[in-house]
């Protein structure tokens, strides 16, 4: 058996070829100001959020759930984050900036409880009980930004999504940061363990005496944790917050980096780097429609199309299917013959 | 030469899977009007076998002749098309759809496009009733019934499919003794009518009460086909294990029992009930005693245990375990000493997605919390004692745990418990569908833990096991408890008496 991540792998260094072939620049860094410049850079820079929604979405999959409110999180914590800073005088102190950051999460916490709570708690269907909060999420941004969009002039935030370290974007280590601690607290503690069990088999799992209530609530007041981080990027990186806009989709990308990247929709094992590269996938995808110049009214179903082969490419039956067409395509008398040997 | 010719011939089939042998040149005939049992370990190649005959493997070598025609089944279409009914030994059928449906899904009377309901259900309960004697609302969903009832529906749309050859996989397994007579009543009536049926089981008695033939097979290879009459059931036993049987050699009669009634007390249950699973009982465990828990299928002995672990909330009664513990749920149960191995192995026991490994010290890793974890190495120290001490096969900590047959897998379940260190041991079922080796080890086991000062609640559907190995039965019937019997008075008659309730209500 391959690797797990052999199909992801392939498919991202494949994308990136048509890219290499298509326009050799593609692949080319400049510094500029101190700071790399690129096509790669610009794939990790505005792909951060999408990884640390889609790294979360991972672990709520792995629970046989599925969350789809990240979207109205997102929108919900950048909101936060920016009403709490105008409200300020000096919109650059950095203790204002540190607590409109600790806001915002604390909120995104709040809301993920809230999810885990309806599936966990009451036992309201995942798709269902995230819907409400997808749906009202959108309500809620209007109404803590008084249903205008805010726009900020504040250095100091805007360094979390548009700031640079070591020359590179300084998103990227807060993906870095958050990735590395999923895989810690999913694999050297017994977390992951369990959210695989309670994924494949909660009632066996209750028997076996884990406490699959607390597991799936985990699950999803981490989810709402990254959908909040990566609020806070996206707000930052242009410095507003639109209650109607931001994080729009970000739920349906997710998903589909999740199960691009090996994870299963109906819960049990999980990957992580997987989904990493699942989303990196996406956002490529995305980068390279902009860069052959797709007009912009079908981009849509352009990547819908390469979505699809990328799944069916994943998909182990529809390789063997194609496979043993082509044999029998070229080898008719073959079959034949071993079937009657 | 014109004498009687199978309708169902298997020659020289090979199948291979990744690493394993599954069958290895195995033939198999089947006559019209006769019941074949096919016998074997686990392992064996039994199933391996069924599922070749029945379209969800295909063969790499070999030949299969239906009434003298060559056919190659591809898939479970052909082989129903071909006539070749199956009945699994897992139910599987729709729960949530009626009985009806059931029985008729796929092939529903219709009328402009419609289904005729009445027509369907009129004509399911007309079916059930004539051929299976079996008289139930045929609109209510499959899942209220009790999983027996749901077997007999299974055989009936297995029947109604136009079949020649009628295969059961472990049909009994989870049926009681009247409904066995039931199914063998049909069975017999069938086989009357001139249909083929191939059985598997692994009670012997049944095998000598309904087949005409035997065939056994032996590690993926055929060992020989019998005349059922002409087959000691010592040297079927034999031929199955591949050497001279001392496995079933009588184990020594528990001597403790007297010292037991020494010892401390565990647990008690205080009129502990739950409407609509069990009456109100009292249950008191002592420290290293094995308790038998007798009764027929659906007589609550499941329900009970449920509620002694906490899997169940009881609506009444008391319980109490060492000093002042409790059992509200199964975590709470686990922390005061107590394991349960449910007889759903498959729905509730095994975790699919693990390896064995992880299933082996997933009890224990839930007792230790999140963030104490046993460490990788750890992990597989353990699983690597177990794999030993239980003989479990294949030996490799990281295999998944779907890929085991049924024994194994019940094994490591008997590991994660065991890993615990429970004061009390629950095991509902532990030996149903395993091979007879793998039973015999696991009584074994039953019995030396008991020494060791386990407690043991030993549920099992055959008299014979409760009887070998426990120091006392307590007996229930129609969801209520009726008799304890200990010492002298348990017995096999004394038992079946107090299953069957002669005088009393």
């Known amino acids: 058996m391959k690797h797990h991540l052999f199909w992801p792998v392939t498919l991202l260094a494949l994308l990136l070829l048509f890219n290499l072939l298509y326009d050799p620049s593609f692949f080319s860094i400049k510094i500029r100001d101190g700071r790399l410049y690129g096509s790669l850079i610009d794939i ?103 249903g205008q969009i805010i726009t900020l002039n504040s250095g100091n935030y805007k360094y979390i999504g548009a700031g640079d370290l070591f020359r590179l974007p300084f998103s990227i280590f807060i993906v870095a940061v958050v990735f590395g601690a999923a895989v810690l607290l999913t694999r050297r503690t017994a977390i992951g363990m369990f959210i695989e069990s309670v994924g494949n088999k909660p009632v066996a799992s209750r028997l076996a005496g884990i406490r699959a209530k607390s597991v799936m609530i985990a699950a999803y007041l981490f989810c709402g944790l990254c959908a909040g981080i990566a609020g806070l990027i996206l707000s930052s990186n242009v410095s507003s917050a639109d209650g109607n806009n931001a994080g729009l989709w970000y739920e349906l990308d997710a998903i589909l980096a999740v199960v691009i990247g090996g994870t299963s929709l109906n819960g049990g094992r999980f990957y992580l780097a997987g989904t990493v590269i699942g989303a990196l ?18 981009t849509l179903v352009v990547k819908a199309f390469v979505v699809l082969v990328v799944c069916l490419i994943q998909s182990e039956s529809f390789r063997q299917a194609i496979v043993s067409r082509w044999k029998t395509r070229r080898y008719p008398a073959e079959k034949e013959t071993t079937r009657h040997a | 030469m014109e004498e009687r010719r199978p309708i169902l011939q298997m020659r020289h089939i090979h199948k291979q899977f990744p690493g394993v042998k599954a069958l290895s040149d195995v033939q198999f005939r089947l006559f019209p009007g006769e019941v074949h049992a096919l016998m074997g370990e686990n392992g064996a190649g039994k199933s391996t076998l069924i599922k070749v005959l029945t379209g969800v493997y295909s063969i790499d070598r070999g030949e299969v002749e239906l009434e003298q025609k060559r056919i190659v089944i591809q898939g479970p279409q052909d082989a129903q098309a071909a006539g070749i009914s199956t009945v699994y030994q897992e139910v599987n059928l729709c729960p949530n759809l009626s009985v009806a449906e059931n029985i008729f899904i796929g092939r529903e009377p219709m009328r402009f496009g419609r289904i005729q309901w009445k027509k369907l259900n009129a004509a399911a309960a007309k079916l059930l009733e004539e051929r299976m004697h079996l008289k139930i609302d045929v609109t209510q969903p499959l899942h209220v019934y009790p999983i027996a009832i749901q077997q007999l529906v299974a055989i009936a749309r297995a029947l109604n499919i136009s079949a020649k050859v009628l295969i059961l996989d472990e049909p009994t397994s989870s049926l009681d003794r009247g409904e066995v007579r039931q199914l063998f009543d049909v069975m017999n009536k069938l086989k009357s009518e001139g249909l083929a049926i ?308």
């Open chain 1, 44 to 146: 990790l820079n505005f792909g951060a959020p999408l990884m640390l929604v889609a790294i979360g979405m991972t672990l709520v999959i792995a629970t046989k759930g599925i969350d789809l409110s990240v979207g109205s999180i997102v929108a919900i914590t950048g909101a936060m984050a920016c009403m709490t800073i105008s409200k300020g005088t000096d919109q650059n102190s950095l203790g204002l900036v540190a607590m409109a950051v600790i806001m915002a999460l604390g909120l995104s916490l709040l809301l993920g409880l809230w999810n885990g709570f309806l599936v966990a708690g009451i036992g309201i269907q995942p798709i269902i009980a995230t819907l409400i909060l997808m749906v009202a999420g959108r309500g809620i941004a209007q109404l803590i930004t008084n």
């Open chain 1, 281 to 298: 996938i996406i956002q490529t995808l995305t980068t390279t429609i902009y860069v052959i110049n797709v007009s912009p009214e079908i």
């Open chain 2, 198 to 505: 191939l059985f598997v089981t692994h009670f012997l008695n049944q095998v000598y009460e309904i087949s005409d033939r035997i065939t056994i097979l032996r590690g993926g290879e055929f060992v020989g086909e019998y005349a059922a009459s002409a087959l000691p059931r010592i040297e079927l036993v034999s031929k199955m294990i591949g050497k001279e049987l001392k496995l079933l050699e009588e184990l020594p009669k528990q001597p403790a029992a007297a010292e037991k009634k020494e010892s401390g007390i565990l647990m008690e249950a205080k009129s502990l009930g739950k409407r609509g699973a069990i009456e109100p009982f009292d249950l008191s465990i002592r420290q290293g005693e094995i308790v038998g828990l007798a009764g027929l299928l659906g007589s609550g002995r499941t329900e009970a245990a449920r509620l002694l672990f906490g899997a169940d909330a009881p609506d009444q009664g008391s319980l109490v375990i060492g000093r002042g513990g409790s059992a509200q749920t199964p975590r709470r149960a686990i922390d005061n000493g107590i394991a349960f191995c449910s007889e759903d192995r498959k729905g509730e026991g095994i975790i699919d997605d693990l390896t064995i490994r992880e299933n082996i010290v997933l009890a224990l890793q839930a007792s230790q919390g999140w963030f104490r974890s046993i460490s990788r190495k750890r992990q597989t120290e353990i699983a690597g004692q177990f794999i030993e001490a239980l003989n479990i096969n294949p030996p490799n900590p990281d295999q998944l745990i779907k890929n085991l047959s049924g024994g194994n897998q019940q094994k490591v379940l008997l590991a994660r418990w065991l890993l615990t260190d429970p004061k009390l041991l629950i095991l509902d079922e532990p030996t149903r569908g395993i091979d007879i080796g793998a039973k015999a080890e696991i009584q074994k086991l039953v019995m030396s833990l008991s020494q060791k000062g386990v407690s043991v609640l030993f549920i099992s559907s055959e008299l014979e096991e409760v009887l070998r190995v426990s120091d006392r039965i307590v007996v229930l019937r129609d969801r209520r408890k009726v008799k304890e019997l200990q010492g002298d008075e348990m017995s096999e008659q004394s038992v079946m008496k107090a299953i069957a309730g002669g005088g009393e209500g």
